[in-house]
């Protein structure tokens, strides 16, 4: 019988057995996961009424926006981490006749190192090594031969920018590379992400459109909220968390 995830508390979501959900998740299961779990940041357009302007996200892109998932708090917990590796495999499996099956799996830093490990284990590749180094992506692992080949793992996309710079950087390593981008949430409404001319279809286990703007036309730094980037640290998380309340 299917869990009913959506009627699962914070509590009977960290006891969760990942290895007894065998089905896709939808939009709106992951999102209760976030949200239950702390991880899920909006906005509040009334309390900016009663003048509480708080603070709003600024992105990895240097954009602002309305909304946030933080996946570090949910893969905090190595059960939740398991469940979302799982959900990646089981798209992968889905639409795996376009592919051929990868050698090597590698997460994006930092939101997807561990999610990549157990993606890998679900599909008996190896785990390829990717870095964070003064904020630049960077590519360990060579490729072993022409027959390797990779799939890279992501927490979110919004404008595909820490995306491009990981396959940039596997090219550099003469990789071969899955033309796809496996996310567990598209929030930036693209389809494709364009690197040196090849296109990769974004493959999401869900799809939640979240507003951004760039700094000098956002609606949130005109009414006096200030950008705070949510995931450099715990406190940034808790800051913007409760900067309306």
Known sequence: MEVDICSLNKQQL????PENIDFLLNKEEILHIFQKLGALWLYSYEAAKNGKAGLHAELKSGRCSDGFLNAKQVIQYDNM???FAKQ??????????????????????????????????????????????????????????????????????????????????????KWNIVLGEFVIINRGGLELIEVQ?????I???????????????CPLCKIGSKRIKPKVTQENWEKIMNSQK
């Open 88 to 173: 990646l495999f089981l798209k992968y499996k889905q639409i795996s006749v376009k592919y051929e099956k990868p050698t090597h799996v590698v997460g994006i830093p930092d939101g997807a190192t561990k999610i990549g490990k157990y993606v890998a284990e679900f599909l008996g590749a190896i785990t390829a090594e990717m870095i964070k180094k003064d904020g630049k992506i960077m590519m360990v692992s060579e490729s072993i031969s022409e027959e390797s080949t990779l799939l890279l793992v992501e927490d979110f996309c919004t404008r595909g920018t820490g995306f491009r710079e990981a396959v940039e950087s596997a090219l550099q390593k």
């Open 14 to 17: 960290l006891e969760l057995n």
């Open 203 to 217: 493959f999401a286990l869900a799809e939640h459109r979240i507003k951004d703007w760039d700094p000098a036309e």
């Open 81 to 83: 981490c398991r469940l």
């Open 197 to 201: 001319g090849i296109s990769f279809i």
